[in-house]
């Protein structure tokens, strides 16, 4: 579905770790994980297109449909617009943004509020979201463009665990559905309950496959104390 081919990330022509070769398979919950600097949130940029590769290339079937949900601290909070029309920019990749919505699309929004519990607050300004809110109406604009490939940035850092449970969930739902999920993530234990394939960045070295492997062969999880490893 996505291939990546001797594909070096970074910028300005700097790479930030070793080439990267293999594919995301159709349906496949991949995290992808490495220490501060190892250029995962940049690898889901160079897939989406939005920061071009410094060698090497990502070839995607056609037809291929991808969203990509960043992470909170890149977006800002400050502009006025409220959480129905964040969740309605879900429905832009379909139609012209000039175009009105229908009554299916207010449907399907008002659907997925309800999925992620904050239907009450479809008319807060985002500034006057909490964290957990935030990221729940960011899960529904992702629900809202139904895409084939849902790529993740830290999709669950810095919200409450009660969040955290909803939206690790709707995650699994939507694996289970078919779709294929991407996530950069920093917490091994969740990892290894929920992704059956890891892709593990480090300067030096990569490695990807069956989580359990991964986690058995690559030295970023053989620290003397796993969770004191720094990822980001």
Not at 127 to 135: E, K, R, V
Not at 209 to 225: I, S
């Amino acid at each position: 579905m996505i291939h990546l081919h001797n594909l070096v990330v970074g910028y300005q022509g700097y790479g930030l770790a070793e080439p990267i070769n293999g594919g995301f398979k159709r349906g496949s919950l991949t995290a992808i994980m490495g220490e501060n600097g190892a250029g995962k949130s940049t690898l889901l940029k160079t897939i989406c297109g939005i920061q071009p590769a410094v060698s090497g290339s990502v070839s995607i079937n056609k037809a291929v449909s991808l969203s990509w949900l960043p992470q909170q601290a890149d977006i800002d909070r400050s502009f006025p617009i409220n959480v129905f029309d964040v969740v309605a920019m879900g429905c832009w990749p379909r139609k012209s943004m000039m175009d009105s919505l229908r009554d299916a699309d207010i449907a399907k929004i008002y659907a997925a509020l309800d999925e992620v519990g904050i239907r009450d607050l479809v008319n807060f300004s985002v500034n006057q979201l909490s964290g957990g809110q935030f990221q729940r109406m960011l899960f529904a604009r992702l629900l809202v463009q139904d895409a084939d490939v849902m790529m993740m940035d830290e999709p669950f850092t810095g919200i409450d665990s009660q969040t955290q449970d909803v939206l690790i969930k709707l995650m699994c739902k939507l694996h289970q559905s078919g779709k294929t999920v991407i996530a950069v993530l920093h917490n091994p234990e969740m990892v290894a309950d929920f992704f059956p394939d890891t892709l593990a960045i480090n300067n030096a070295c990569i490695h990807w496959g069956e989580t359990h492997d991964v986690m058995a062969n690559c030295k970023l999880f053989h620290r003397q104390d796993r969770m004191a490893v720094r990822f980001g």
